[in-house]
């Protein structure tokens, strides 16, 4: 199974960007799909998830309003839009991938998944 993230870039404060993540390989029917991000200097941080079906997803309160998980499971890709984006929002995207569904506690958790992708950079200026 492997992970190949995309979309990542430099853009000014306010900007927006949209980030994709095709999975290859293995797929599986109830995999819990999200995204991490790690800044310079700071530990890997939850940022959004989606489950198979799409409803609901999960955000990090340092993101909601701003991001929108989504996802194509017919293509095995998940999506993060970012608007608004912010300098603080400046860090290394990861996507994941669980084998099966991810409980609700342990969403945010970087334990609870089985895949990770190679990251992309996203460097926001002021």
């Known amino acids: 199974v492997q992970l190949q993230a995309s979309g990542g870039g430099s853009v000014q404060a306010g900007g927006s960007l949209r980030l994709s993540c095709a999975v290859s390989g293995r797929t599986f029917s109830r995999s819990t799909r999200g995204w991490f991000r790690q800044a310079p200097g700071k530990e890997r941080e939850f940022v959004a998830a989606s489950r198979w079906s799409g409803d609901n997803p999960f955000y990090a309160d340092s993101v909601k309003g701003r991001f929108t998980i989504s996802r194509d499971n017919a293509n095995n890709t998940v999506y993060l839009q970012m608007s608004s984006l912010k300098p603080e929002d400046t860090a290394v995207y990861f996507c994941?991938?669980?084998?099966?569904?991810?409980?609700?506690?342990?969403?945010?958790?970087?334990?609870?998944?089985?895949?990770w992708g190679q990251g992309t950079l996203v460097t926001v200026s002021s």
């Open positions: 994941t991938a669980s084998v099966g569904v991810v409980g609700l506690p342990g969403i945010p958790s970087s334990h609870s998944y089985d895949y």
